[in-house]
Structure formats: structure tokens, C-alpha cells
């Protein structure tokens, strides 16, 4: 199911994020596409593809999260951020099977000690486009303090929050709840879901 609907989802899309790709093209040139190693389903590591948000000449080893204003960002990624656009080229992360449409967020290796404690449970499911714990965090760059060092907050506050809440529903998943999440989490995309308290 999820190499199907990975495969339609390209062909879909494929008008748009080569608008995108032209887009970012003018604005900033290459490369357009993001690509970094990720921590994948038992561990392994896989290479995940995003559209580039950040300006080209950016150092790929500054902080690995993206906060509210982040100067890195042009402005068409700003617009990628916001629509969440910059994560369709993981549909082909998905066709590859490294990938699930429903999962986890996957992490990059900077957060690979996260998965400790228990959290490491995690790890048994792929990681995916759609989850609970993405939907709920859509927002994740405005949860910032602003006297709080950004990784720290994130290690010991965000992941634990996301990783529980992942290992609430994997352990009870059902293709009709993840099939629910996937049509919520287009509509968010989309402006369409209604807000609920929950949500943020």
C-alpha cells in the first residue's frame, strides 16, 4: 500500500514540485534537493531527500533544527516550511521502502542518543511522513524558548513528548487510524482541518 500510494503520489505531485524545483532554482540555485543521512526502522541508516529551505551557502553542520525567523531560510523555503511542500520528495524515500506514509519522524543522526531509555522502542517502526506526533508538533519552531539552547530543549523536552506519543499509537495502529492520519494530516496541509485544543 504504501509503494502504491508512494508511486500515485509522485505522479500527482509531480507538476508541482517541479514548480518548486524551478522556484528554488531562481531564487537560490542548485542544489534543490536536501539530502541527509537518517536514522531508519532497527537503527539503520538511509539517505532521506527533502527540498532545500535553506540558502545554499549555508553550513550543513550548523544547528539541526528549524526555529521560528531562522535566517537560514529563503523565501521559498519559509513557504515550504509553512505547507510542510519541502517533505514531498520523501515519497520516494517511501517507493524506496526505507520509508512508511505513516511513522515516526526520522531523526538525523545528531539526535541518535535520544533513543535511550525505553525511547529506543521507537526504532522498531519505519519512520514515516505522516504520524500523531508530527501533526501535533506541525508547529514545532514556534515551541522554542528563547532563553533555552534549542538541541538541549529539544533532547530533553520535544523528543521524549513526540516519542511517547509514538509509541502510544504504533502499539494499537490499525490501517483505518492510519489511514485517518494521513487524510487529517492532508488537510492540515491544505488549511482545511478544523484547530483543536489538542493539536497545539
Same mark, same amino acid.
Given at each position: 500500500?504504501?509503494? !502504491?500510494?508512494?508511486?500515485? &503520489?509522485?505522479?500527482?505531485?509531480?507538476?508541482?514540485?517541479?514548480? @518548486?524545483?524551478?522556484?528554488?532554482?531562481?531564487?537560490?540555485?542548485?542544489?534543490?534537493?536536501? @539530502?541527509?543521512?537518517?536514522?531508519?526502522?532497527?537503527?539503520?541508516?538511509?539517505?532521506?531527500?527533502?527540498f532545500?529551505?535553506?540558502?545554499?551557502?549555508?553550513?550543513? &553542520?550548523?544547528?539541526?533544527?528549524?526555529?521560528?525567523?531562522?535566517e537560514?531560510?529563503?523565501?521559498?523555503?519559509?513557504?515550504?516550511?509553512?505547507?510542510?511542500?519541502?517533505?514531498?520528495?520523501?515519497l520516494?524515500?517511501?517507493?524506496k521502502? %526505507?520509508?512508511?506514509?505513516?511513522?515516526?519522524?526520522? %531523526?538525523?543522526?545528531?539526535?541518535?542518543?535520544?533513543?535511550?531509555?525505553?525511547? %529506543?522502542?521507537?526504532?522498531?517502526?519505519?519512520?514515516?511522513?505522516?504520524?500523531?506526533?508530527?501533526?501535533?508538533?506541525?508547529?514545532?519552531?514556534?515551541?522554542?524558548?528563547?532563553?533555552?539552547?534549542?538541541t538541549?530543549?529539544?533532547?530533553?523536552?520535544?523528543?521524549?513528548?513526540?516519542?511517547?506519543?509514538?509509541?502510544?499509537?504504533?502499539?494499537?495502529?490499525? !490501517?483505518?487510524?492510519?489511514?485517518?492520519? !494521513?487524510?487529517? &494530516?492532508?488537510?492540515?496541509?491544505? &488549511?482545511?482541518?478544523? %484547530?483543536?485544543?489538542?493539536?497545539?
Open positions: 500500500m504504501d509503494i !502504491i500510494a508512494a508511486a500515485a &503520489g509522485l505522479i500527482v505531485f509531480s507538476p508541482l514540485m517541479l514548480l @518548486v524545483a524551478v522556484a528554488l532554482l531562481i531564487e537560490g540555485g542548485r542544489p534543490v534537493i536536501f @539530502v541527509q543521512s537518517r536514522i531508519g526502522a532497527g537503527g539503520r541508516l538511509f539517505r532521506m531527500y527533502k532545500r529551505k535553506f540558502y545554499p551557502r549555508c553550513d550543513s &553542520g550548523g544547528l539541526a533544527l528549524t526555529l521560528a525567523n531562522d537560514r531560510m529563503t523565501t521559498v523555503g519559509r513557504f515550504l516550511a509553512f505547507s510542510k511542500m519541502d517533505e514531498l520528495p520523501q520516494w524515500n517511501v517507493l521502502g %526505507e520509508m512508511a506514509l505513516v511513522g515516526p519522524r526520522p %531523526e538525523s543522526l545528531s539526535f541518535a542518543d535520544c533513543f535511550r531509555d525505553g525511547y %529506543e522502542a521507537v526504532l522498531q517502526y519505519k519512520p514515516g511522513l505522516f504520524g500523531p506526533a508530527q501533526i501535533m508538533f506541525r508547529h514545532e519552531a514556534l515551541f522554542y524558548p528563547r532563553d533555552v539552547e534549542p538541549a530543549f529539544y533532547k530533553e523536552v520535544l523528543f521524549p513528548a513526540k516519542a511517547r506519543i509514538d509509541l502510544s499509537y504504533y502499539a494499537r495502529r490499525t !490501517i483505518v487510524s492510519d489511514a485517518a492520519l !494521513i487524510v487529517r &494530516g492532508v488537510f492540515i496541509v491544505l &488549511g482545511m482541518a478544523v %484547530e483543536r485544543p489538542s493539536d497545539t
